[in-house]
């Protein structure tokens, strides 16, 4: 050893005068200049090993010996340790931490910066308790993440998000084919945001069968879908592809962004309509692509026509109005299309009539029996009449249909007049004169006015012969009384 020390004595104080120190060389090129094969320096620290510099083929390796099993390699300025990494290769900046980590940086707002010749471009940096990543103002570069050294995304100086893409065109930009985006809870797949083609889905997984899809604002469900795709607006528990559930809830049309037209339910009642500030607006309903009815901004309503001009209009070829029970046809007000004919007509089920009320009903009506019978009154139509009434007719004249065997056979030479004394003799009788119905059968029956007709000129015209004869015998009575007249 003494021996080492004097050469080192002799060959440094015969280098000195160069001021450059070399150690197996001769030509230091620098203050100190070491050469050998992979040549070191080691520090030791009472006798122990505890460092080292090392050239190492190309490499200088610069650390902590293996006989220091807890030091640190630290660098410094001005008696600060600002960089140092310990016995199990983790990094310190700033700090001499124990925590668990393989790259420490401390400091106030410490920030780790990136630059690309001598301009600086990004940095990483902890801001309080906040943690950054970004580009300087003046780098106009992205954020890239590249997993397998792929670019996958991108964060541009917009702050514009873009997965699968580097031209994000909003704040989140997926590309991809048929990308989306997989929501779980606990590792199990509950819902996603899918674009297929052109269209956008949002919804449950398949694996998720009983989850809903639930719409909010402020905290509050507003929409639900449920598994069954039945829609609940109010209500989370829809009853049918569409329940909308509120106090006097309102389903709203507008035009131009003004209200035309309106569904509400207002407690147990359903209203379809138009809003007041639609003043000439119609409702209108159809079906296989056919106007069929509509309710007029007057409230008239139109089937089979687009311009009602009554409270009801029916327009068709044959226009008819069936009135049903239980399913069936008991009546009908139709127009014939042939002879433009109104009828109102009864059908073939049950032994109802028409009825034609006034005054609610209190009053007498009018009635026509099933087999077209007509009575004004009461309804107790009698038997046999085609037309009857309970009360007074009124009317300037009536006239009856023709009649068989007009009374005219009694000015026939043939005709048997009954004798007088035969009359006289059928009054004493009977009380009425012959061939003519008596009080109690009129009492029951009526009178027929146009046999009762009948009888009476066959009356008038016997009355007639009657007199007839009587004139002739008065004629003869007096052929005689002249005579004796003249006597006198």
Do not use: C
């Not at 945001?193 to 956008?200: F, K, R, S, T, V």
């Not at 035309?260 to 359903?270: E, R």
């Amino acid at each position: 050893m003494k021996k080492i020390v004097v050469v080192l004595a002799v060959l440094v104080t015969g280098i000195s005068h160069a001021q450059n120190v070399g150690i197996g060389t001769d030509m230091p090129a620098s203050k100190l200049t070491i050469n050998g094969t992979d040549p070191d320096i080691g520090f030791m620290n009472n006798g122990l090993a505890h460092g080292f510099i090392k050239a190492n083929g190309v490499n200088l390796t610069i650390g902590t010996a293996s006989d220091n099993p807890t030091g640190k390699l630290i660098l410094g300025t001005k008696d600060n340790n600002h960089f140092n990494i310990d016995h199990l290769g983790r990094v310190s900046i700033g700090t001499n931490s124990n925590f668990d980590a393989s790259f420490k940086l401390n400091g106030t707002s410490p920030i780790f910066g990136f630059l690309h010749e001598e301009v600086q471009k990004g940095f990483l940096r902890l801001a309080g308790d906040n943690f950054k990543m970004g580009t300087y103002p003046f780098n106009s570069g992205k954020i890239v993440f590249s997993p397998k050294n792929v670019d996958k995304i991108w964060i541009d100086e917009d702050g514009l998000m873009g997965i699968g893409t580097a031209t994000p065109v909003s704040e989140l930009t997926i590309n991809g084919t048929n990308p989306y985006i997989q929501i779980q809870n606990n590792a199990s797949n509950k819902g996603f945001l899918q674009a297929i083609g052109n269209d956008l889905k949002l919804g449950t997984n398949s694996t998720n069968t009983t989850g809903n899809l639930v719409l909010q604002t402020k905290l509050l469900d507003r929409m639900t879908i449920n598994e069954n795709g039945q829609v609940g607006i109010g209500t989370t528990n829809p009853s049918s592809i569409l329940s909308i559930n509120s106090t006097d809830p309102i389903v709203q049309l507008k035009n131009d962004d003004v209200d035309k037209a309106f569904l509400q339910l207002v407690g147990s009642d359903f209203k379809m309509g138009t809003n007041s500030s639609n003043d000439y607006g119609r409702t209108i309903f159809r079906n296989n692509g056919i106007d069929r009815m509509v309710v007029n901004y007057d409230g008239k309503v139109g089937i089979g026509t687009m311009f009602p001009y009554q409270t009801l209009t029916l327009n068709a070829t044959t226009p008819s109005l069936g009135l049903s029970i239980g399913e069936s046809l008991y009546g009908s007000v139709s127009v014939d299309n042939v002879s433009k004919d109104l009828i109102i007509e009864k059908s073939s089920l049950g032994s109802g009539k028409i009825v034609i009320n006034a005054n609610g009903g209190s009053g007498w009506s009018i009635h026509m029996t099933e087999n077209g019978y007509f009575h004004y009154g009461s309804g107790l139509t009698p038997t046999g009449y085609p037309f009857s009434s309970q009360g007074k007719i009124l009317a300037p004249e009536f006239v009856a249909l023709a009649v068989n065997s007009w009374p005219d056979y009694v000015f026939e030479k043939n005709y048997n007049l009954m004798p007088l004394a035969e009359v006289k003799k059928h009054i004493d009788h009977y009380h009425h004169l012959p061939n003519i119905p008596p009080a109690s059968q009129i009492e029951k029956e009526g009178i027929p006015l146009g046999d009762i007709s009948k009888r009476l000129m066959e009356k008038i015209e016997e009355l007639t012969l009657y007199i007839l004869q009587q004139q002739e015998q008065i004629d003869e009575l007096k052929k005689l009384v002249q005579p004796q007249k003249k006597n006198d």
